[in-house]
């Protein structure tokens, strides 16, 4: 895992760029004809954590209203 998503003020960035080199892979995947299910499920835990840890990301993405 990208050491840009274990601290706080990077966390955003750390884990736009594991997206970015995610749906690489996503690519990959389907362009071989195999499931993309395990890149798609690391990129969703990886954004889940970010959600729950990071006010700025709850902020844009509310899942229930204020």
């Known amino acids: 895992m990208s050491s840009c998503t274990r601290f706080r003020g990077t966390a955003a960035l750390g884990a736009v760029l594991l997206t970015a080199y995610l749906g690489g ?31 700025r990301v709850r902020s844009l993405l509310p899942l229930r209203k204020p």
């Open 25 to 55: 892979a996503v690519v990959t995947h389907v362009r071989v004809g195999e499931a993309p299910f395990a890149p798609i499920l690391i990129g969703v835990i990886v954004w889940g954590g970010l959600y729950c840890r990071d006010a």
